[in-house]
T-cell receptor, first 113, second 117 residues
Framework: KQEVTQIPAALSVPEGENLVLNCSFTDSAIYNLQWFRQDPGKGLTSLLLIQSSQREQTSGRLNASLDKSSGRSTLYIAASQPGDSATYLC????????????FGSGTQLTVLP | EAGVAQSPRYKIIEKRQSVAFWCNPI?????LYWYQQILGQGPKLLIQ????????DSQLPKDRFSAERLKGVDSTLKIQPAKLEDSAVYLC???????????????FGPGTRLTVL
């Protein structure tokens, strides 16, 4: 059974800092990996999707990497802003599953002005 | 393009009462998912529909939870009777993915926050 772990559970940084969020998964046979953002009282917004054949994806100040063999992914946020404050969730789709997402518990990020 | 709609946004009930949540997916999306997100945890899949058929309901507590998608469009999730541990956010998502086909992104609704007292 696939398990997804995110470390740290919470992170507080001053504005302008670069930061890294970590995600690990137990079964390397994945179809793809996805990073989401969740604001309080809101649904999930997809940030980046990395297919199993890819190493990384970039969108603006966000860069996500994937090392399938070691079961790890990182989300790098450059020049953090207070508006980046949210919970970031990592999710994987395992190969062979009916395209279902298995989520980690998330990292709650606070960027202080 | 309208997003995934859910109602109500908030619900407070007492234990042993019944409650129902409604979801309207993005138009044309064949696949609909219901997730339960307990505070401090990631969403957990409860049930997945493909059109009006159930693909997977292995994690749905069937003694108290039920869900339907009769016409293959909108869906209702019901809890009867509710327990304290059912307090959570219930998220609905939809996608255009076909079973066994390539993955298409899931789009999430705003969720319904349920509090059971």
């Amino acid at each position: 059974k696939q398990e997804v772990t995110q470390i740290p559970a919470a992170l507080s940084v001053p504005e302008g800092e670069n930061l890294v969020l970590n995600c690990s998964f137990t079964d390397s046979a994945i179809y793809n990996l996805q990073w989401f953002r969740q604001d309080p009282g809101k649904g999930l917004t997809s940030l980046l999707l990395i297919q199993s054949s890819q190493r990384e994806q970039t969108s603006g100040r966000l860069n996500a990497s994937l090392d399938k063999s070691s079961g790890r992914s990182t989300l790098y946020i450059a020049a953090s802003q207070p508006g980046d404050s949210a919970t970031y969730l990592c999710a994987v789709i395992s190969s062979g599953s009916a395209r279902q997402l298995t989520f980690g518990s998330g990292t709650q990020l606070t960027v202080l002005p | 393009e309208a997003g995934v709609a859910q109602s109500p946004r908030y619900k407070i009930i007492e234990k042993r009462q019944s409650v129902a949540f409604w979801c309207n997916p993005i138009s044309g999306h064949a696949t609909l998912y219901w997730y339960q997100q307990i505070l401090g945890q990631g969403p957990k899949l409860l049930i997945q529909f493909q059109n009006n058929g159930v693909v997977d309901d292995s994690q749905l507590p069937k003694d108290r939870f039920s869900a339907e998608r009769l016409k293959g469009v909108d869906s209702t999730l019901k809890i009867q009777p509710a327990k304290l541990e059912d307090s959570a956010v219930y998220l609905c998502a939809s996608s255009s993915v076909d079973r066994g086909g390539p993955y298409n992104e899931q789009f999430f609704g705003p969720g319904t926050r349920l509090t059971v007292l």
